[in-house]
Nanobody
């Protein structure tokens, strides 16, 4: 089982990034997928999630209207489109796959929002 995040980098405030999480080793389409983030000195927090069936999405309040989670089951990949980035979005971003008691995490990708 592997989850590999990519797309993190340094970006200026107001900029955009798209994170990707490529999955392998499990039946991706059957798993709910989520993006979490962890800023220095803080706990890991849920950013956005998308269900396996129906593709229903959910976002934390601070990113609503700016971030969009999506998935491509044909490519076994989940995305996080991040627009209007703010310095407080700086964190390591992780993707997670979950189905019942099965849960897998990626290694994370660093997003830094700074001028």
């Amino acid at each position: 089982v592997r989850l590999v995040e990519s797309g993190g980098t340094l970006v200026q405030p107001g900029g955009s990034l798209r994170l990707s999480c490529a999955a392998s080793g499990f039946l991706f389409s059957s798993y709910d997928m989520s993006w979490y983030r962890q800023a220095p000195g803080k706990g890991r927090e849920l950013v956005a999630s998308i269900t396996s069936v129906g593709g229903s999405t959910n976002y934390r309040d601070s990113v609503k209207g700016r971030f969009t989670i999506s998935r491509d089951n044909a490519k076994n990949t989940v995305y996080l489109q991040m627009n209007s980035l703010k310095p407080e979005d700086t964190a390591v971003y992780y993707c997670k796959a979950r189905m019942f008691r099965n849960e897998y995490w990626g290694q994370g990708t660093q997003v830094t929002v700074s001028s």
